[in-house]
């Protein structure tokens, strides 16, 4: 489980992602209000906006936040937001991609550079990390889901290409532009989902110690607490007993 999976795992287990909910249901809101403005306001016409919807739904976001989201598009209220991707070297030379969302672009810019700097990495031109990843559709279910062999069985014949299972549960992946018909035909087979959505998959890795894993934890944390940036993706790699010691 390369990249930024581990790292929601740590996250997790770390009970970060406690503290960090009302950001997230911020974040999550900002991606709803924006599918809805670019498209139909009707999650059913609007593939976008059924998946932020559905990735809602799976952070327990409650439905009155959803509900208010969309109701902000309709009429017309919220910033105009600017969605720009980032892409730079952390610590150990470890790639990173930054997915914004912003009103003002050169405040974020600006924020980016200044913490990829003081986190002892660098922020780079647009494409100079990319090739290092592939677009997917990611869909994730707890363990309660069913055994490896149900959930296998269940993503082949949704068309996924891809399903990992461990004691933390289940990530399947998909091709980007599969993902919505995917994720329904899993949802009809195993329940609704934990999360649902595109993410960038490493192709290749970069190896840390807990030093420098320490380090990479760092440079997240402080991205992901911009509110501005809406996800961040690593291609590291640590072994077994590093990340029993983070």
């Known amino acids: 489980m390369a990249g930024h999976s581990k790292w929601a795992n740590i996250q997790h287990r770390k009970g ?22 670019m498209g139909d306001p009707d999650p059913e016409k609007n593939p976008r906006l059924r998946l932020a919807v559905k990735e809602a739904r799976g952070q327990s976001m409650p439905k009155d936040n959803i509900e208010r989201a969309i109701k902000k598009a309709v009429g017309g209220e919220g910033e105009d937001y600017e969605e720009i991707r980032y892409e730079g070297y952390g610590p150990g030379g470890v790639a990173v991609i930054v997915e914004a969302m912003t009103d003002n672009r050169n405040r974020t810019a600006s924020t980016v550079r200044s913490t990829f700097t003081k986190s002892g990495g660098n922020l780079g031109e647009t494409g100079s990390v990319g090739f290092m990843f592939e677009r997917k559709g990611e869909v994730v279910y707890g363990p309660e889901a069913g055994d490896a062999d149900t959930v296998m069985m269940a993503a082949i014949e949704a068309g996924a ?17 599969d993902l919505n018909e995917v994720s329904n035909a899993l949802e009809a087979e195993l329940g609704e989902s934990q999360s649902t959505k595109l993410i960038w998959q490493p192709t290749t890795t970069t190896e840390l110690d807990l030093d420098g894993m320490q380090k990479l934890m ?26 029993e010691q983070l």
């Not at 970060?16 to 403005?37: N, Y």
């Open 161 to 177: 290409e891809d399903c990992e299972s461990s004691e933390d549960g289940h990530i399947i992946t998909c091709a980007d532009t």
């Open 16 to 37: 970060r992602q406690d503290k960090l909910r009302a950001k997230l249901f911020s974040k999550l809101s900002k991606e709803i209000t924006i599918a809805a403005k």
């Open 218 to 243: 760092r440079l997240i944390e402080a991205l992901e607490d911009d509110d501005d940036v809406q996800r961040v993706t690593a291609n590291f790699e640590a072994s077994d007993e590093v990340m």
